[in-house]
């Protein structure tokens, strides 16, 4: 089956004084059509900027340099100009954001953000576009949709202002949905209602989702394949019961005793350290500071992306050696 | 023994929108509790619940409209007429965003200094020496005592805070979501940070939290609210036997879980919390409750005694019962 997007060596650096950070370096992966692929990672892990570069929606004034190819249609997504881009944003590829209260417009109404793609992309008239909103907001789940049209965003509640972003990212039904933490910033009860949406609306519009989440939780619950990011750069990647059940990257380990919530005596399990800056990243591996399995053979070199079978793989001199615990 | 008493704390809050009456948010109703030294009292629940509300009640930075609040039995109100530094001596806070709690502009030093000066906890000439003890004691050198607080990231900036609240050396520490605006991997080195404190100093929490499972594994007690009052409250232990108040359910069903299974046991809530101004009548949950009768919306149910813990539902009997079965 061909791949819907398939992203190739992907880096991406900002200019700074004391040279290029490097945000994003080397990633690669695919998302096959009615997949969802999680990206998994921490602050600093390069999730988000990796998804912004591939709508190129990363601020110009940080003036970054983006290398790499991602495919999508037969063509490549960083190759195309603005113009072209936009045409694809929002109509094949719909994008969700982590907090809907910056991301919707605050002066205007919620038809008329729901209307705008409707518009532009479909050439719908005005009227036609907002009945097509009211189906939108019935498809997400709100009740009340004639009456929401009017509103203002200050108006909804936050897990309200999250469906109605949903319905602007769906109105052109795009093939592909960029979703960046959509449910971090709402209550746990909210978080699975706009969770089961998103996973029914897959289904019945046959899209891909590609997810950017920190919660494994989240993860283990709506995803097909995961990546795990670390200081830029993909360290693990497979399906989803391999990394959760059976991660062979230290971090991946780390990050999933710590998402259990447990351990002896009222004490949880942690990752010492903390994150490296991009600027001062250690020689070999990035996670070898913090590590508990490493060896001096770690600080040698940048560990190969070793494969374990069945679409599995981890960046980790010891994967598949079997000395994992 | 008990440290501090909370007895029918309610906290209302008038609202005016431009012309016509004012409206009533009640941010808090009949909320009682006790805790003791060196325990950890969880409470629980989503926005809009009370509990940052309770929090600030019970650290004193807003007044409650009615109900007591007692310090080794000892009326808070008096306290804090009558000697309100000592009262801000034994109850300390951490908040959430450490990022808007700790002052940019000063140094690290200067504001873990801070409650040394105040409180006259330290002569002069030790103040130095004992802002050191405290950054050693939650993990950062003597180095950061000369920071600023954007050199530090989100989990020394908490650390900072904890430091803070530790200077003054109090009874209870209210911690106010800790840890929600940390990265995962940080969030354990914080709450375990948390747990060797407690074990040296005996120093009591109380945790507010959304997160069930988490408490259900650091807390001594917790106490579950939905709409400015606690619908459930008991031991940790109780609490990982069973939940049998329908929200608390329903809260833990909602969390996922890795290796849980991908369909919910419970199904997830419908809608969403009602407004505090005009809260439902009889059992506020009846309006999303899964197991309403008509009864609960026609009478408001007491906290009552069922299987170990007190829970306000008129129907624990029979919910704890089939969910005993559904273990089974």
Same mark, same amino acid.
């Given at each position: 089956m061909n791949p819907l997007l398939s992203i190739e060596n992907l880096s991406v650096g900002f200019p700074s004084s004391r040279g290029l950070v490097k945000a994003v370096a080397d990633v690669s992966f695919t998302i096959g059509p009615g997949e969802t692929l999680a990206l998994v990672g921490e602050s600093g892990s390069g999730k988000s900027t990796a998804a912004l570069a591939l709508t190129g929606l990363l601020p110009r004034s940080a003036r970054p340099q983006v290398t790499g190819r991602a495919l999508f249609g037969g063509r490549d997504l960083l190759a195309l100009g603005a113009q072209a881009l936009r045409r694809v944003r929002g109509n094949s590829v719909g994008m969700i954001f982590q907090d809907p209260s910056t991301a919707l417009?605050?002066?205007?109404?919620i038809g008329q953000q729901i209307a705008e793609p409707l518009q532009i992309?479909?050439?719908?008239?005005w009227a036609r576009a907002q009945e097509r909103a009211v189906e939108l907001l019935t498809l997400v789940r709100v009740a009340e949709p004639e009456r929401r049209?009017?509103?203002? /965003? +200050?108006?909804?509640s936050g897990g309200m202002r999250q469906r109605v972003m949903i319905a602007i990212a769906l109105a052109c039904k795009p093939s592909l949905l960029i979703a960046d933490?959509?449910?971090?910033?709402?209550?746990v009860t909210v978080q699975a209602q706009v969770l089961r949406l998103i996973a029914d609306l897959k289904a019945a519009i046959g899209m891909s989702v590609l997810l950017i989440t920190h919660d494994l939780g989240v993860v283990w619950e709506t995803a097909d394949r995961v990546i795990v990011m670390y200081a830029g750069r993909k360290v693990e990647d497979g399906p989803v019961e391999a990394i *959760? @059940?059976?991660?062979?990257?230290p971090y991946t380990m780390g990050l999933l005793r710590a998402a259990r919530k447990d351990g002896p005596d009222g004490r949880l399990a942690e990752i010492p350290g903390m994150v490296p800056s991009p600027n001062a990243?250690?020689? @070999?591996?990035?996670f070898e500071p913090r590590c508990?399995?490493? %060896?001096?053979?770690?600080?040698?070199g940048r560990p190969p992306f070793i494969a374990l079978g069945a679409g599995h793989s981890a960046a980790c001199i010891r994967a598949g050696d079997g000395t994992a615990p | 023994m008990t440290l501090l008493a909370a007895t029918g704390l309610t906290k209302h809050y008038q609202i005016s929108r431009g012309f016509g009456p004012a409206s009533v948010v009640?941010? *808090?109703?009949e909320v009682s509790f006790t805790l003791d030294a060196g325990e950890t009292l969880a409470i629980v629940g989503e926005s809009g619940c009370g509990k940052s509300t309770l929090a600030r009640c019970v650290a004193g930075l807003v007044e409650a409209t009615s109900g007591t609040l007692a310090l080794s039995g000892e009326p808070a109100a008096d306290l804090l007429k009558r000697d309100r530094m000592r009262f801000h001596r034994s109850i300390q806070m951490v908040f959430q965003d450490p990022y808007a709690s700790?002052?940019?502009?000063?140094k690290v030093g200067d504001t873990v200094a801070d409650g040394l000066r105040l409180h006259h906890i330290v002569p002069r000439a030790q103040r130095r020496a004992k802002v050191l003890e405290l950054l050693g004691r939650v993990?950062?050198?003597?180095?950061?005592?000369?920071?600023?607080?954007?050199?530090? %990231?989100g989990g020394q900036r908490q650390r900072v805070a904890i430091a803070r609240a530790l200077a003054v050396d109090p009874s209870v520490i209210v911690c106010d979501?800790?840890?929600?605006? *940390?990265?995962v991997s940080v969030q354990a080195q914080v709450m375990n940070l948390l747990a060797d404190v407690q074990r040296e100093r005996n120093v009591a929490y109380l945790f507010i939290s959304h997160d069930l499972a988490l408490v259900q594994h650091i807390a001594h007690r917790i106490a579950v609210m939905y709409l400015g009052q606690i619908v459930e409250i008991g031991s940790a232990a109780a609490f990982k036997r069973r939940l049998t108040h329908p929200y608390s359910q329903s809260l833990f069903a909602a969390a996922p879980r890795i290796?849980?299974?991908?369909?919910?046991?419970v199904p997830p809530l419908e809608g969403e919390m009602p407004s505090p101004i005009d809260p439902p009548s009889g059992c506020r949950f009846h309006t999303r409750? /899964? +197991?309403?009768?008509p009864r609960c919306a026609a009478e408001a149910p007491a906290l009552r005694d069922v299987d170990g813990r007190l829970v306000r539902c008129h129907l624990a009997e029979s919910i704890t019962a089939a969910a005993t079965e559904a273990a089974v």
């Open positions: 417009n605050p002066v205007f109404t992309h479909l050439g719908l008239s049209l009017a509103q203002y /965003p +200050h108006n909804l933490e959509p449910t971090t910033a709402l209550d *959760l @059940g059976l991660p062979q990257h990243l250690p020689p @070999g591996c990035a508990a399995l490493a %060896s001096v053979r770690c600080r040698d | 009640q941010a *808090l109703t700790v002052n940019p502009r000063r993990g950062l050198a003597a180095e950061h005592m000369a920071r600023y607080p954007h050199e530090l %990231s979501e800790p840890v929600s605006a *940390l990265d290796g849980g299974t991908r369909e919910a046991l409750c /899964p +197991h309403a009768v």
